[in-house]
């Protein structure tokens, strides 16, 4: 157990909504990254968290956005769902953003896009 | 070219074999070595890092870095059916970001 939660485990959407996926870092990690894993892949970075603010992001559209709360917990938003985000949906906590932060994962959200 | 590449497998050895994992990269930048282990449907849990070249060993598991040709391989000893799981190297892109850079993952199958 990493200590690292997200909700929901599973969930099921129609192309064109919204979706809000939560992530509760480990005690006294401040870091929190969101990755993406299609079926068959290694995840792929979509961004970095730290302190409240986005630092770092990856080849990801705007319509995937985030958010990090004062007790370091952390949202990802994907608007517009393509039936390419369909995926498992990764969230990583760590003791700081800086290179040589031990990067622990949660189990992830897995994501259905009809 | 991908920056990291692996070598997708499956990989079956009998129970008890030694197990030998590899992946390149391209990115001299990359300066920590990560290996996760992935078991189906679930998040990937943290095995073993090396910081630049050389070996570290954690138990059955022993991570080998070489800067000089790129290679990053991680070996399992005394391979067990437990060890049944999809095994992802991720070297860190440094910096303000420590940003993982996986390869695809090599499936493994240990058969009892």
């Known amino acids: 157990e990493t200590g690292v939660t997200q909700s929901p485990t599973h969930l099921i959407k129609t192309r064109g909504q919204q979706v809000t996926l939560r992530c509760s870092s480990q005690s006294g990690h401040n870091t929190v990254s969101w990755y993406q894993q299609a079926l068959g892949q290694g995840p792929q970075f979509i961004f970095q968290?730290?302190?409240?603010?986005?630092?770092g992001r990856g080849n990801f559209p705007p319509r995937f956005s985030g958010l990090q709360f004062p007790n370091y917990s952390s949202e990802l938003n994907v608007n517009a769902l393509e039936l390419d985000d369909s995926a498992l949906y990764l969230c990583a906590s760590s003791p700081g953003g800086g290179t040589g932060n031990t990067i622990y994962f949660g189990e992830g959200s897995w994501l259905t896009v009809v | 070219q991908k920056e990291v590449e692996q070598d997708p497998g499956p990989l079956s050895v009998p129970e008890g074999a030694i197990v030998s994992l590899n992946c390149t990269y391209s990115n001299s930048a990359f300066q920590y070595f990560m290996w996760y282990r992935q078991y189906s449907r679930k998040g990937p849990e943290l095995l073993t890092y090396?910081?630049?070249?050389g070996n570290k060993e954690d138990g059955r598991f022993t991570a080998q870095v070489d800067k000089s040709s790129k290679y990053i391989s991680l070996f399992i000893r005394d391979s067990q059916p437990s060890d049944s799981a999809t095994y992802l190297c991720?070297?860190?892109?440094?910096?303000?970001?420590?940003?993982?850079?996986f390869g695809t993952g090599t499936l493994l199958a240990v058969q009892p």
């Open positions: 090396t910081y630049s070249s």
């Open positions: 968290y730290y302190r409240e603010e986005e630092n």
């Open positions: 991720a070297p860190e892109r440094g910096g303000a970001t420590n940003k993982l850079i």
